[in-house]
């Protein structure tokens, strides 16, 4: 009897537990369809009470409906070791709930406490040359030191624990800029080294052939041995260098995942975002871990496109930022921080709206006030020094206001059926090439970017490749599963392209010993040899080239373009699609292969964007790749849904939309019939009647 009633209760608890887990993810949707609108703010600053509730109302005047907060603050948590102070904080997360505005909560995990690296010098920055650096800066602190990590956890648990059920509180984020900061040398960064290559190679014939070591008489005779592939200002042989980037990037993420895990213990429902600059020069590691484990349910970026209304160059580049850390999540993205400084005049209005074509769902100024100290004193944010609003804050109150219009229709869902191809080892040593992997990949968005065709970077390792055009720019490094995965997405009917540079080293950084490109020269049907450089062919040009100048013909077209090298490829079973026709005789140049129920194309170039453009239009059309809609060059745009469109004028003349029937402006609140102009640097947000 005891068991029957214990088996209904459970029962009955499981049916509970499911109407309530149902009924939260309802609410977690119906909020996805919302546009957020808001400020980078920095209450430790100024613990004013009075200009804290000024500016509380100030931001809820504009609309605003978040802010973030904590970024950079560790101490003024904890200043003092074991020592912590919310109560002040308290006060202000209160006061937001008050208003409606929702906080993300950084976890400030970097930089450490002066009190902490004096407690533990380890954690200081040792440059190349051996010498301690003062952590007069931001970001110098060794994040794989066991010490460090030890209080940087033991601060995210207590901060997460303290405001996990606070009703201002939307997310945590999870540190911030983690690319960014020096790489230390220090002996302990070297003995944890040397630990990590142990457990990769379990011995020393194994460190031994994958580094090369009889080159130059550097074998290793025992694992203390080992020092740092950099020293001073040399850089050592490849493979000691790819080791050492794919260790300082596992002890990035090792702590990130260690933060995720007492967030997601301690505020299991909240959500978690980061502004996730990967890829700075200083210290780029490898994201898609993250990425692809689903901890980060906001992949968040500075959007800093630039001070210009008129040039779109930074929008391009902050565009292909969402893309990058996004990958393939399908999550919103959100912009946690977005320029004010000295923008012009509708500059941010109009990123604002750009950035709502890559699935963005938040704007949040950087920063609301200009600050008075440190190294960022001089950018200026929506209040003056004094705390009087400036044009900025009627800028972003406009965006707030008008994406109160249009928020029911967004956060916009990306549907790509390209993928791009990046490889974090590739990009590592790709720094050996004139152009980097990076630098490809950027070059096939733009080709997307400009046609209004949506597009996923990926990691293949990680992704199931469902796409129609998979695009392989660059990927120097061609490990055995990333090449199995690129020969089946072929075999089983799509159409993969490869550029220069790509599947020239194995997994420890050398050159295969193979045909070229290794493990894929049969999918590809082609053999290159070798590559030429151009200036130095160019002596030999029957038309009288100099430098990088370079004639490409495709279709009988013949296409301008420069280019520092360029690879000589031997056809075996592919067709050649175009030459080089600039040099002493036609070289292959650009080769499409079947293979299976698919093809292979290879482009023995690096990627540019006057070679890459007719091959695309080709390939949009015969792969029936779905187009971005019909408008005039200078103009974004996407379809929304059904009969809804967002379109967004980035150039300085009147665009005209050709329009079939009857249409309303959700944003300006008018009725057009037929065609509709969109003027300068203005957005538009129509419904089809």
């Known amino acids: ?67 973030r907060m904590g970024h950079l603050a560790w101490d003024s948590y904890e ?206 590691f490898d994201y898609a871990p993250i990425a692809y484990s689903g901890k980060m349910t906001r992949e968040g970026e500075g ?85 009087i609003p400036n044009r900025k804050y009627d800028e972003y109150k406009k965006i707030a206001t008008e994406f109160k219009k249009i928020e029911k229709y967004f956060p916009y869902k990306v549907n790509a059926e390209v993928g791009l191809a990046f490889s974090f080892p590739s990009q590592i040593v790709s720094y050996s090439f004139p152009e980097q992997h990076e630098g490809q990949v950027g070059t096939c968005f733009s080709q997307f970017f400009i046609r209004n065709i949506d597009v996923r970077m990926l990691d293949i390792i990680h992704s199931d490749l469902k796409y129609k055009l998979l695009i392989i720019p660059g990927v120097t490094l061609m490990d055995p599963i990333t090449a199995k995965k690129i020969r089946d997405f072929v075999n089983n009917g799509g159409t993969a392209v490869m550029t220069s540079y790509s599947a020239v080293v194995d997994t420890t950084n050398k050159v295969f010993a193979s045909t070229h490109p290794g493990l894929l020269n049969d999918v590809f049907g082609i053999r290159i040899g070798s590559y030429e450089e151009t200036e130095n062919m160019n002596e030999i040009s029957k038309i009288s080239y100099r430098g990088k100048q370079v004639r490409v013909s495709y279709k009988g077209k013949n296409i301008e373009s420069e ?45 540019m964007g006057e070679v890459l453009s007719p091959l695309l239009d080709d390939l949009i059309s015969e792969l029936s790749i779905k187009k971005g809609p019909d408008v005039p060059s200078g103009v974004m745009a996407r379809q929304i849904d059904k009969s809804h469109f967002l379109y967004l004028n980035v150039s300085g003349e009147p665009k005209e939309i050709q329009i079939k029937g009857n249409s309303r402006s959700i944003l300006f609140d008018k009725d057009y019939t037929g065609n509709l102009t969109i003027a300068p640097y203005e957005p538009e947000f129509i419904e089809l009647k």
């Not at 902490?116 to 040792?126: A, E, G, N």
């Not at 990058?324 to 399908?330: A, G, K, L």
């Not at 600050?371 to 004094?386: H, I, K, R, V």
């Open 1 to 67: 009897m005891q068991n029957k009633i214990g088996a209904k209760m459970k029962t009955r608890k499981n049916k509970i537990l499911l109407l309530v887990t149902v009924l939260f993810l309802l609410s977690y949707l119906i909020k996805a369809q919302e546009l957020y609108v808001g400020a980078n703010y920095h209450p430790h600053d100024d613990k004013n009470p009075e200009k804290i509730k000024s500016d509380i109302q100030l931001m809820k005047d504009a609309g605003f409906k978040v802010v």
């Open 303 to 387: 959007f800093y496109a630039g001070n210009s209304l008129i040039n779109n160059d930074g929008l391009l580049g902050a565009s292909f930022g969402i893309v990058r850390i996004q990958y393939e999540s399908t999550n919103p993205f959100w912009c946690s921080e977005f320029t004010t400084h000295n923008a012009v005049p509708n500059s941010c209005r109009k990123q604002a709206y750009a950035s709502l074509m890559f699935g963005n769902q938040m704007v949040c100024g950087w920063t609301w006030q200009s600050m008075w100290s440190g190294e960022e004193q001089y950018l200026e944010g929506m209040l003056d020094w004094d705390g």
């Open 79 to 284: 200043p003092s070791d074991g020592k912590f102070d919310f109560a002040w904080f308290d006060k202000v997360m209160d006061l937001m709930n008050e208003v409606g505005i929702k906080v993300i909560l950084d976890i400030a995990i970097r930089p450490a406490p002066i009190w902490l690296h004096h407690k533990y010098p380890s954690i200081d920055i040792v440059d190349a040359n051996g010498d301690v650096q003062y952590p007069n800066h931001r970001y110098m602190d060794d994040v794989g030191d066991p010490n460090y990590q030890k209080y940087a956890v033991r601060y995210a648990d207590s901060l997460s624990k303290h405001y996990g059920k606070h009703p201002a509180l939307i997310a945590f984020g999870i540190d911030n800029e983690s690319g960014d900061g020096p790489i230390s040398y220090s002996e302990t960064v070297k003995q944890r080294f040397i630990t990590w290559l142990k457990n990769k190679y379990t011995n020393l014939d194994n460190l031994n052939k994958a580094w090369a070591t009889q080159r130059w008489s550097r074998k290793i005779n025992q694992f203390e041995e080992v020092g740092f592939p950099v020293s001073g200002q040399v850089n050592g042989a490849p493979e000691r260098m790819l080791d050492f980037k794919h260790f300082i990037s596992d002890e990035i993420n090792q702590l990130l995942f260690k933060v995720f895990d007492k967030v997601n213990t301690n505020a299991p429902n909240v959500l978690t975002n980061t502004n996730a600059w990967y890829f700075s020069y200083l210290k780029y």
């Open 563 to 607: 280019s520092p090298r360029y690879d000589v490829i031997e056809t075996r079973g592919a067709e050649v699609l175009g030459n080089i026709t600039s040099l002493d005789k036609d070289y292959p140049i650009m080769t499409s292969n079947k293979y299976g129920k698919g093809r292979a194309i290879y482009i023995g170039l690096p990627a």
